[in-house]
């Protein structure tokens, strides 16, 4: 159940030599067609790798034929010869392949500052399209892993067609810095104007949504190819529909397997005024460390969630928030309420609702806690 | 070398049993004049304990009396019948001192949504007034202290007049959970206005810079008191200097002493288009996990430092960025340049320059790193 569960795609994991463990560490993804529409998403970041630079300008035509990932460095502030060596392996790729370079989207992951050797890139390049197949997609999924501690796939039918995705990452798209490259597939016929609708409306309430740690990287693509191979244009609403629950998969994915941390947590604000200031609510829990620590140490400090509130620029009344963990409204209208010492921090998922009362719209963010774990995986290694 | 160093100021600190271990916990800082001009700033915070609401309507007329601080809870999100407690503990120490109520600015630090008990804090305050003298500058000192390791006093002399400072936390103004709670005291005869915009002018480059955690507190206060007991009056110029000299002191005092760090890093961007450029892009820094945890593992990771700059709305190059740890260029135009193992971060303190090459404006933020600590700290004890 992976990238190439829909028809039309090829794809490849191979062992180019870029980690020193010989493991997996470039993938490749082809679509076959017929249809050769895409849609992609970027990071926000204004610091941009340079396979971000270069990809860039291959999706503003709607067509991408390939794929092309390595894990082992981001290729990041390497300078124009660092550029190059981007262009150089997708050109390698469209040499391959017969098609040309301007259609290969290429994606890097790996520490910031790092150019990774150019011969080392282009013989696995050349090994990945050899070893192409229809069953592909899990090596694929396995050559992009750098931190993940497993591979991230995931599979959405529709009606006579489908949806696959693969994920590597422990954040998310904005912001995020451990990079978080995602490639989607679908036989479906979809234009490519629908297509981006679809990604960028699937993309706000998943990826957008996670923020492990408030970091954003330089590298984070998103990158949908649909090959039309089943022939069956499905309505925008149903694809959108699709595609959103496909991205939704991947991003709890990630927040499963984000580094070093001991609990997934959903934080909801109900009542806001508007969709963005209940995202901007909900945001600002879900970079507070001080309540991410608090969480770890299972403590339901709700002081902290209510600080983390009066940072925002939302509408609501500061003596009428009502806030719970795990069901128990430990506040109301800004006192405390039902006994925290009620709230079992002991399994993995947490939630936290906020009431502003201030309207009906509601958003969740979705983030870990902050662990000891976090703090060695972040020191101990260079990432 | 304490409050209590400029002449017409007395103070105390007792214990009274607000803290479990019987550890002085109520402090009390009384201007005995002939002047009693004063300013103060608040937290930014629009999530503000009772203590703040009460006297941010006492400092409106510029008089200010008496300062009375208490750790040991926060009295924030108490609900109206702590915002009662906050009153009568400032009604307890104008009768005790034959002054009105609306000229004693109260503090309050510890446990949000944790009310104390009244009567205890009634107690101390007549215990407390009972106490005042003019060499009690330290044990007003002692009784702030919450998780602060040592307690942090501070003493800058003018030309027959002088500066006092007192503070706690172990954050900073804004954003910072740990409260911080800082009084100053001086003999200059300094009227109201003047004092109010030399302590703007003097936070705003020390405690307004430093970002520990990135959490904003409920509770943090400033106050600055002038007596005008030496009966003279310094230009402007020479007291905004000063006070900037003493905030800056006390700012640095809080750093070295914030929870669980390993490290002092100074962040400075240079030859930015603005001073705001500059402080956000050396704050967005300063609030990078990554980085921090970086620092800790003592990995000069400049990668991190880039990947934050990005996050910002400065204006600069992205392709031509320059950045130094502890002196060493290890990025030029914006690729590696000098070898990043010359960097040494074993010691505490820890300096990052960003040169953005946009104009002529400069500005340092402070912060700490993420360490193993810091986790233990925010998350085995509530606070």
């Not at 080392?120 to 592909?136: E, K, P, Q």
């Not at 906020?354 to 290694?381: C, F, M, P, Q």
Request: aromatic letters at 4%.
């Amino acid at each position: 159940m992976t990238i190439t569960h829909p028809s039309g795609f090829t794809a490849a994991g191979v062992a180019a030599g870029l980690k020193s463990t010989g493991a997996l560490d470039l993938a490749l993804v082809v679509n076959q067609g017929p249809t050769f529409d895409s849609a992609s998403v970027f990071t926000a970041n204004r610091c941009k790798a340079n396979p971000v630079l270069w990809s860039q300008e291959v999706v503003k035509d709607g067509v991408v034929r390939a794929v092309v990932l390595n894990s082992g460095g981001a290729n990041c502030y390497t300078g124009p010869e660092g550029f190059r060596t981007t262009h150089a392996v997708a050109e390698k790729v469209a040499d391959g392949l017969g098609i040309g370079a301007i259609d290969v989207v290429v994606c890097s992951t790996g520490l910031i500052g790092l150019a990774n050797d150019r011969d080392d890139l282009l013989a696995g390049v050349a090994a990945a399209t050899a070893a192409l197949s229809a069953d592909g997609g899990a090596q694929a999924a396995q050559a992009i892993m750098t931190t993940d501690s497993v591979a991230k796939n995931t599979v959405v039918e529709g009606a006579g067609w489908s949806i696959g995705g693969m994920a590597k990452g422990a954040g998310m798209l904005a912001p995020a810095l451990a990079t978080m490259l995602v490639v989607i597939t679908t036989d479906a016929v979809v234009p490519a104007a629908v297509l981006d609708a679809a990604l960028r409306a699937a993309t706000r309430v998943s990826f957008d949504r996670l923020d492990s740690d408030g970091c954003m990287s330089t590298n984070d693509t998103v990158t949908v190819m649909a090959s039309g191979a089943s022939g069956i244009t499905p309505t925008p609403e149903d694809f959108t529909a699709a595609l959103a629950q496909a991205c939704t998969d991947l991003a709890m994915q990630l927040l499963k397997d984000a580094e070093g941390a001991d609990h997934e947590i959903a934080i909801t604000t109900l009542h806001a005024a508007t969709e963005d200031e209940a995202v901007e609510v909900s945001r600002s829990v879900a970079r507070s460390n001080l309540f991410k620590a608090a969480v770890f140490g299972r403590d339901p400090n709700w002081g902290r969630v209510l600080a983390s509130i009066g940072t925002t620029s939302a509408r609501f009344d500061p003596a009428d928030l009502d806030v719970a963990m795990n069901g128990v409204w430990v506040c109301r209208t800004s006192t405390p309420a039902e006994d925290p010492t009620g709230v079992d921090l002991t399994g993995r998922e947490v939630s936290v609702t906020i009431d502003l009362k201030s309207g009906d719209a509601r958003a969740t963010v979705w983030t870990n806690d902050l662990t000891h774990a976090y703090v060695h995986e972040n020191s101990a290694y260079s990432s």
